[in-house]
């Protein structure tokens, strides 16, 4: 997938932010998944993601872009999807999430079978140094 061009999207989304997994929404048959790992994503410049399972507030290195998955987004007609790598025991690959919905607060992805809710939290300042090298 080709790296965001389109200034568009932050609009939708915050560079200066984090966005934490608080639910995982099983679609077919409309209940919640109770146990998941804490994930983060953060959002880049040029179109760069980066998810993020070990953040911790008080320890800036905590982001460093090397400690996560890398990750491309894409706003293109009106719609803004990630793609992030995904390792298994099987293997790995790439997985597309397209948004399906936002407010100011959160970001929900999903498919026909899921749905994930990212909240918006604030980062220190500080913590806003790394620039992803993907």
Do not use: C
Not at 86 to 96: N, R, V, W
């Amino acid at each position: 997938m080709k790296r965001n061009t389109n200034k568009e999207v932050y609009k939708i989304i915050d560079t200066t932010k984090l966005y934490k997994l608080t639910s995982i929404l099983n679609i077919t048959d409309s209940t919640y998944l109770k146990e998941f790992n804490k994930t983060y994503l953060k959002f880049y410049a040029d179109g760069k993601v980066g998810k993020f399972h070990d953040y911790d507030d008080t320890n800036v290195n905590s982001l460093n872009p090397e400690k996560a998955t890398l990750g491309v987004y894409r706003y293109s007609k009106g719609k803004l999807t990630i793609q992030t790598y995904l390792q298994t025991a099987q293997g790995g690959g790439f997985i597309k999430d397209k948004l399906n919905k936002n407010t100011a607060d959160f970001l929900e992805f999903g498919d026909e079978e899921s749905s994930w809710k990212y909240v918006k939290v604030d980062i220190p300042k500080e913590f806003l140094i790394y620039k992803p090298d993907w």
